[in-house]
């Protein structure tokens, strides 16, 4: 005679067995980085003589406080072959609890010292650059840049990350 128990196992290894083969059977979910980069503009288009304000959002998923940040950001390939746009970076500011604050360094090496850190775990800090465009700059072209970054915590870990790309800015003609 044939036990429930063994019967139940088996339908159950069938069933697991099912879900696997059709992709339905619950995954592990990964761990967030411990620190993660993100960017944003605040407009997808500008003119000759524009502006466009990025944004760049550092957010600790550690347990442990950032200590140290270093990030650089260059101009992605596609942005180097069209030497006819014209840009450069100007006013660095964080976001602070008490409103915007200025900060230095803006572009292409140590944006790092920007952030402000110590950032506890769990929070997050935003950085914004002007990006212009000069008046005599080429048009219908994009702009667009790429970053990497180190971070060192509190508990003597590090991570590095990137590359990280930015929204791409389209200089349209007027």
Same mark, same amino acid.
């Given at each position: 005679?044939?036990?429930?128990?063994?019967? =139940? @196992?088996?339908?159950?290894?069938?069933?697991?067995?099912?879900?696997?083969?059709?992709? !339905?059977?619950?995954?592990?979910?990964? #761990?967030?980085?411990?620190?993660?980069? #993100?960017?944003?503009?605040?407009?997808?288009? /500008?003119?000759?003589?524009?502006?466009?304000? !990025?944004?760049?959002?550092?957010?600790?998923?550690?347990? %442990?406080? $950032?200590?140290?940040?270093?990030? /650089?950001?260059?101009?992605?390939?596609? /942005?180097?072959? =069209?030497?006819?746009?014209?840009?450069?970076?100007?006013? *660095?500011?964080?976001?602070?609890?008490?409103?915007?604050?200025?900060?230095?360094?803006?572009?292409?090496?140590?944006?790092?010292?920007?952030?402000? #850190?110590?950032?506890?775990?769990?929070?997050? =800090?935003? $950085?914004?650059?002007? !990006?212009?465009?000069?008046?005599?700059?080429? *048009?219908?072209?994009?702009?667009?840049? %790429?970053?990497? @970054?180190?971070?060192?915590?509190?508990?003597?870990?590090?991570?590095?990350?990137?590359?990280? %790309?930015?929204?791409?800015? =389209?200089?349209? *003609?007027?």
């Amino acid at each position: 005679m044939r036990s429930p128990l063994m019967r =139940r @196992f088996g339908l159950g290894a069938v069933l697991a067995l099912a879900l696997a083969v059709f992709g !339905l059977a619950p995954s592990a979910s990964a #761990a967030a980085a411990p620190a993660e980069l #993100a960017f944003t503009t605040d407009s997808a288009t /500008t003119t000759p003589g524009g502006s466009v304000k !990025l944004s760049m959002t550092l957010t600790n998923n550690n347990t %442990y406080d $950032v200590w140290f940040v270093y990030q /650089t950001i260059e101009p992605t390939w596609l /942005t180097t072959q =069209r030497p006819d746009l014209k840009y450069s970076f100007s006013g *660095c500011s964080l976001t602070t609890v008490n409103g915007p604050a200025p900060c230095s360094g803006t572009g292409p090496a140590n944006l790092g010292g920007n952030y402000g #850190a110590t950032i506890p775990p769990g929070q997050s =800090r935003t $950085v914004t650059l002007a !990006l212009d465009v000069a008046p005599d700059s080429g *048009c219908n072209g994009n702009i667009g840049f %790429y970053s990497y @970054f180190y971070a060192e915590f509190s508990d003597s870990t590090n991570v590095s990350g990137g590359p990280v %790309y930015t929204p791409v800015t =389209r200089v349209l *003609c007027s």
